[in-house]
């Protein structure tokens, strides 16, 4: 099973893609809506990183909007300052 992870809390992943809950996920850290988020996320990460077969899914570390994101092969996120 698959566990969101911010601020060292881990929680059930919501029905929603990757880019999708980091986007979130960070609008939710910097306390704004997610499309006040500039540059947006297809700017400094190919989206098609974050859609890989979920046989085979990459781990992926990148920065965005000052935080370090990294995903991993089951599908959790990390964001850290």
Same mark, same amino acid.
């Given at each position: 099973?698959?566990?969101?992870? $911010? &601020?060292? @809390?881990?929680? &059930?992943?919501?029905? @929603?893609? +990757?880019? #999708?809950?980091? *986007? +979130? #996920?960070?609008?939710?850290?910097? %306390?704004? %809506?997610?499309?006040? +988020?500039?540059?947006? +996320? =297809? ?13 085979? @899914?990459? &781990? *992926?570390? =990148? $920065? ?6 990294? $995903? #991993?092969?089951?599908? @959790?996120?990390? *964001? %850290? &300052?």
């Amino acid at each position: 099973m698959s566990c969101n992870q $911010t &601020e060292g @809390r881990e929680t &059930e992943p919501p029905n @929603r893609s +990757l880019s #999708d809950q980091i *986007i +979130l #996920d960070v609008a939710a850290k910097e %306390d704004v %809506d997610h499309v006040e +988020l500039t540059p947006p +996320l =297809f700017a400094v990460i190919e989206p098609d990183a974050l859609y890989a077969n979920s046989d085979a @899914r990459p &781990e *992926i570390t =990148f $920065t965005w909007q000052g935080y370090t994101i990294s $995903t #991993d092969s089951e599908g @959790r996120v990390s *964001i %850290d &300052e």
